[in-house]
């Protein structure tokens, strides 16, 4: 049975930094692109970058762009999502979500497996 776990989410100052983290058990995670998403109150769940099995990635959301690092560990089935500058706007569920492809995408219909997310609150 799959599962994704993520972890690492909590209520930070704008400016802060959060590492949020992402187990994936149950399946083959080197055959698998990881993918982080994000949905605020009131909005559709976003892709906001993933990574391919060997550590390339693509970021999707201009607004997180140079604020953030993703990274994986294939020998803990782990992938980090470190967020640095942190927004208000940032203020969102964190998913993280596997694919087994070593393709990546921004789309979450081409995601099979999915966590039950982490929240991130950046205050004032």
């Known amino acids: 049975q799959v599962q994704v776990v993520e972890s690492g989410g909590g209520l930070v100052q704008a400016g802060g930094s959060l590492r949020l983290s992402c187990v994936a058990s149950?399946?083959?995670?080197?055959?698998?692109?990881m993918g982080w998403f994000r949905q605020a109150p009131g909005k559709e769940r976003d892709g906001i970058v993933c990574i391919r099995p060997f550590g390339t990635n693509v970021v999707y959301a201009d607004s997180v762009r140079g604020r953030i690092t993703i990274s994986r560990d294939n020998a803990k089935n782990t992938v980090y999502l470190q967020m640095n500058s942190l927004k208000l706007e940032d203020t969102a569920m964190y998913f993280c979500?596997?694919?087994?492809?070593?393709?990546?995408?921004?789309?979450?219909?081409?995601?099979?497996?999915w966590g039950q997310g982490t929240q991130v609150t950046v205050s004032s």
């Open positions: 149950g399946l083959t995670f080197a055959d698998y692109t």
């Open positions: 979500a596997a694919r087994r492809s070593v393709g990546c995408s921004g789309q979450e219909s081409d995601f099979t497996y």
